[in-house]
């Protein structure tokens, strides 16, 4: 990767986290400043302070954003690039939708001039909203993670992503087997995991598309290598859960089959988790495995409310994803309003600080990459995005009378979309 030599200053109101603040008072997590500067440096964060306290490298080139709100950039923790083309599709619940828009899509992806074009399109529509980092799904095809990752490489972006393994319970044209699953993902992992900003991900997709051995023989090979993180789908929706128990008559649940089968530890990345018994979250808690909340896909394919504020204070951890093309929105904004909604339901009201933090340093802890990503921090990679809290006359008239940054932000989160995207910066340098 080429990272930049130069220097640059970045002048706006910058926000950061000193903690979570779900865990301690808003005083004491937040770090903003209404003049504030991020200095880059060599693809990093050289220092973050107020405009007229940082040192200013010789050389260094500014940029003032003026009002723009200066932050890390989002991080997306469970999508499916393949399946962009058919995001918005009417009218299913999870396992016709996957029967019939999903499935039929994936398929296409055989063809590797048709999977780049789709990851080209999914890296430039997450970008433009803001999103610096993306956690995917590929399809079974090994060229469609190939594809993926040659576009995020050539962008010098992080990214995160993994073949999808199905071995049961889909087209012909999309199963492999429990060897080839395994084969071929740990093929991919040699070539891919660590190579610039670029982690291999170990991806069954769930348990109702892969055998006993399946999920074993990936077991192993997450067992051969610690490293990686392991991503799937657990507990989304009731039918699902119940053709689980039928799939699988010994398990003593829906986590029961993952555990079983050496797929339960911490870098363990659970998409959903909506419906978990006493058991399953205590367990996932024990072993310090993620959760990752997809509120516009919850609500679009109709499977229910994850309970954020509570799963946050029982202390578990909680990132937050668009789940493209089960979600409705690439916006990681319209997602933090999502999430906010739900939880507004379960008689939660999130603080706009709590929205941006499962946005940024959330997602990041359940990627294991919180020392790397998701925060303005001395030494941290520079990938940021700068937000316009006016970006549509509604937010604009709204925000011109807010009394405290949070009423300035709260309403681009509840009404932004990739018009609020001022700027992006990735590895320290501007995307355009
Ligand atoms: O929202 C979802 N999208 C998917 O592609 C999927 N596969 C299993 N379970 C899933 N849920
Ligand atoms: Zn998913």
């Known amino acids: 990767m080429v990272m930049s030599s130069e220097s640059h200053i970045l002048l706006g ?138 576009e995020a490489q050539s962008r010098g972006l992080r990214a995160l992503a993994g073949k999808t393994c199905m071995d049961r319970n889909a087209p012909e044209n999309l199963r492999d087997t429990a060897k080839s699953a395994y084969d071929d993902s740990k093929a991919l992992l040699e070539k891919w995991h660590g190579v610039d900003r670029l982690s291999y991900v170990i991806t069954p997709r769930f348990s109702p598309t892969s055998t006993p051995e399946q999920l074993s023989a990936l077991g192993a090979l997450w067992g051969e290598h610690p490293e990686c993180l392991m991503q799937t789908h657990i507990s989304e929706q009731h039918e699902e859960i119940a053709w689980v128990k039928e799939l699988f008559p010994k398990a003593r649940d829906y986590l029961d089959t993952y555990e079983a089968h050496g797929l339960l530890r911490e870098g363990a990345v659970f998409g959903h988790a909506i419906h978990l018994t006493e058991r399953e979250e205590a367990r996932i808690k024990d072993v310090g495995a993620g959760l990752v909340h997809c509120p516009t896909s919850n609500t679009f394919i109709g499977s229910g409310i994850f309970e954020t504020a509570r799963m946050k204070a029982d202390g578990q951890k909680v990132g937050l994803a668009t789940d493209t093309g089960g979600g409705s929105s690439f916006s990681m904004l319209r997602t933090m309003a999502a999430a906010y909604e739900l939880s507004q ?46 970006s549509t006359p509604a937010i604009s008239q709204r925000s011109q009378r807010a009394r405290d940054i949070w009423e300035a932000i709260f309403p681009t989160i509840m009404m932004g979309d990739d018009r609020a995207t001022k700027a992006v910066w990735t590895a320290g340098k501007p995307v355009s």
């Open 345 to 390: 339901l379960k008689g939660h009201a999130l603080h706009p600080a709590q929205l941006l933090w499962l946005a940024t340093c959330g997602s990041a802890q359940v990627l294991h990459l919180e020392d790397r990503i998701g925060n303005l921090r001395a030494g941290m990679e520079a990938d940021l995005v700068v937000l316009d809290l006016g």
């Open 13 to 150: 109101q910058t926000l950061s986290y000193a903690a979570d603040p779900f865990a301690v008072p808003l005083e004491d997590a937040i770090r903003f400043e209404r003049r504030g500067a991020v200095v880059l440096c060599d693809g990093k964060i050289l220092e973050v302070g107020p405009a007229d306290t940082v040192t200013r490298p010789g050389g260094a080139r500014t940029t003032d954003y003026g009002d723009g709100l200066i932050m890390a950039g989002f991080i997306d923790a469970h999508l499916h690039y393949p399946q962009t083309g058919i995001i918005a599709s009417w009218g299913k619940r999870l396992i016709d939708w996957l029967n019939s828009y999903t499935f039929p899509e994936e398929a296409r992806l055989i063809d590797s001039d048709y999977a780049k074009e789709v990851a080209k399109r999914y890296f430039d529509l997450a970008l433009a909203n803001g999103t610096t980092t993306s956690l995917s799904y590929a399809t079974i095809h090994p060229t469609s993670v190939d594809a993926y990752f040659e």
